[in-house]
């Protein structure tokens, strides 16, 4: 089993930023890839970016290229994501993923652990 305890959340005005981090435990040797997922009220959830975990590639949703940056710090087993540019319509909750497939997987739904979420709420 992996946990995963997400971080960073809050209120922030529209055009500023936010750093989520993910802090992984337990059987993290099994882990290919890692990112986050968000589900906005009303709506379903989707990937956000994601990254993998041995080599640090990286893939984001369309909507969120050139504001969001993920990155991972293997020492400590925990991943950011770096939110700049913050549009109300990425008011959402931010939900840590992991998954033991590679990242391509990752991005398509292939999640097998999940963290709580947090909430980021970017006002107008």
């Known amino acids: 089993q992996v946990q995963l305890v997400e971080s960073g959340g809050g209120l922030v005005q529209a055009g500023g930023s936010l750093r989520l981090s993910c802090a992984a435990s337990?059987?993290?040797?099994?882990?290919?890839?890692m990112g986050w997922y968000r589900q906005a009220p009303g709506k379903e959830r989707e990937f956000v970016a994601g990254?993998?975990?041995?080599?640090?590639?990286?893939s984001y949703a369309d909507v969120v290229k050139g504001r969001f940056t993920i990155t991972r710090a293997n020492a400590i087993n925990t991943v950011y994501l770096q939110m700049n540019s913050l549009e109300p319509e990425d008011t959402a909750v931010y939900y840590c993923a992991a998954g033991r497939g590679d990242s391509a997987t990752f991005s398509l739904g292939g999640t097998d652990y999940w963290g709580k979420g947090t909430l980021v709420t970017v006002s107008s």
């Open positions: 337990g059987s993290i040797f099994s882990i290919k890839a």
């Open positions: 990254i993998s975990w041995r080599r640090g590639t990286t």
